[in-house]
């Protein structure tokens, strides 16, 4: 090759890079002072949230599309008269858009998530420098229904309370496992969150918890329905309620779940975990009877009771809740034995439902009790529960004395509505002995018929429970004068405990005692949920609880044999297999939807070493 031949190539090298070069810096100049706007990498993702449904597929919480309305300051020529414009049609005040439009920048929020009849009167006016970009809103299709627990969630589309707090990660389709299966795309759809409160249990709770508050002139109350065989929430009812797509228009103290953030004296309710102690320690003292005189001398203290009461047995001390008969009966208890009742009760520490924030209660050690707090403890005071607590506590008694761990999320669903995991109930063991706890649910029974609890009778039905008034402490100790909460733990129906109900009245004005304020509200909710829920074969007809017969799938439940789940309801092999697990460590897995169609092993034969058996449900 010559000379002349390699520079000319060397020449039309170099201009083809010239030209290149100066071509990528005039593209890289546009770029930078372009009076386009240019969205960030993170905002062309749009996140759409899962649903948040009820254990029936009811859905809660959902995201729709919406136009959000954007401004590029540097290329609007009237801000003065493109913020008179658009202040009256978003409804921001007009200086606060002036102030937005006269930035050094070129992308700026004029109002977010607009309604479609405002965007398409933006549209229409074509203000020059005015855009729009797609968003996902949060609404909630049910109102105020069940408000404090799902929570809500912020303008940039992430949980700030409850629910939409706790899985977001999962909603939104942030966590680890969703960026790893997801491919990069446009619309980022989150996992759905299926809780195990029923929608139309949870409106019940919520109505007759609001009129039990205005009844009463309270604060706030809280309702709790928990199932007795699993520990599932069925309803976590608060009152007041807010509006959750517009939660920043009320006060910060009612958007929380107080029902398992703050905690309160329980006060009387307290008393059959008390004697709950005195049955397993000193059950002689069931054939003892005390004397109540109104009041009673412990030290330098005196313990009034709610009324004079005279000669009183054990069964009679919970059903007229009798102070002085109690604390008489707890002089021949050990500290180290109440404590380890209560403990055993999940008292002191966090149950672990999956409600953000939960309080774990005060229950001191009772190394460090005074001569005092033995009976303030045994009577409801020096300790304080938090409202899931104490419902856990109860249904734990009504489940023969196994305690359910109570839980309010019952699976994950991927966007194509298939459910990828599943939770299934979880015990700690038995806490009191079978016997125990049936001779304190008869107690409970008394409480309703000749006790403190009349108001809580339900028509047609057997239940128990207790009533409780409980003064309110200060923070530096002592007492808030005339301040109490009202409370009722109920069960029904005795013969064969379903539900668990707890009613907490805050601050109280009008109607202060547990028996007259609570009960009611009580009374109320079973008496509309308890043929709901399929109790109407409980129907009392001079049956007593100790002859009621079980369901009919009960009888495939034998002691050496797998039971036979083939046609059972998703429901009621739930329920034949929390009894398997009281008698032994079965594990379990549940496939499907409807009713069971194949089980294995078969049934019939015998248990084996493993304990476990796989069920395959399937749609009628």
Known sequence: MNQTVFNRRVLITGIIIVVIAAAFLYRLFNLHFSTKIILSPSNSVKIKRGYIKDTNGD???????????????????????????LSGIVNVDRNRILKRLKRDKRFVWIKRKVNDATANKIQSLNIHGVGFKKEFLRVYPNGNL???????????????????????????????????????????????????????????????????VARSGARRGVAVVMEVSTGRILALAHAPTFNPEKFYSYPPWMLGNFSVVDSFEPGSTLKIFSMITILERKPDLLKSTFTCDGEIEIGETTINCISTHGRVS???????????????????????????????????FETGVEIPGESSGILRPWSSWSGLSKYSIAIGQ?????????????????????????????????????????????????????????RIMDMMKEVLRRGTGTLAAVPHYRVGGKTGTGQKSMKRGGYIPDTYSASFAGVAPLNDPDVCILIMLDEPKLITSGGKG????????????????????????????????????????????????????????????????????????????????AQKPSPGSNWKAQNSIQLQLRQE
């Not at 303008?155 to 680890?176: A, F, I, P, R, W």
Request: proline residues 4%; charged residues 25%; glycine residues 8%.
């Open 59 to 85: 859905i809660l919480a959902m995201s729709i599309e919406r136009n959000s309305v954007y401004a590029n300051p540097s290329i609007i020529t009237e801000p003065e008269k493109t913020a008179d414009t």
């Open 146 to 212: 069940a408000a404090q627990l799902l929570g809500f969630v912020g303008v940039d589309n992430h949980g700030l309370e409850g629910m939409e707090y706790k899985y977001d990660g999962l909603l939104t389709g942030d966590s680890e496992r969703d960026r790893i299966v997801k491919p990069d795309r446009d619309i980022q759809q989150g996992y759905s969150v299926i809780l195990t409160v029923d929608r139309l249990i949870q409106d019940t709770a919520e109505r007759a918890l609001a009129d039990g």
């Open 314 to 348: 054990c069964e009679d001390i919970i059903a007229y809740s009798c102070n002085v008969g109690l604390i008489s009966a707890m002089k021949n208890i050990k500290k180290a034995h109440l404590y380890d009742t209560l403990h055993r009760f999940g008292f002191g």
């Open 382 to 438: 020096e300790i304080s529960v938090n409202s899931i607590q104490l419902a856990a506590a109860v249904s734990a008694i009504a489940n023969r004395g196994v305690y359910m761990v109570p839980s309010v999320v019952e699976g994950i669903e991927n966007e194509r509505g298939q459910l990828i995991q599943r939770f299934y109930p979880q015990s700690r063991g038995r806490v009191v002995n079978e016997a125990v706890a049936a």
């Open 518 to 597: 609570a009960a009611p509200v009580f009374a109320d909710i079973a008496r509309r949920i308890l043929p709901y829920r399929g109790n109407a074969s409980k129907i009392k007809k001079a049956v007593e609880p100790a002859r009621a017969k079980k369901g009919a799938y009960w009888s495939r439940y034998t002691e050496k044999h797998v039971p036979d789940f083939r046609g059972l309801s998703h429901y009621q092999a739930l329920q034949l297999l929390v009894k398997l697990q009281k008698n032994r460590p079965v594990t379990y897995t549940l496939q499907g939807k409807g009713r069971v169609s």
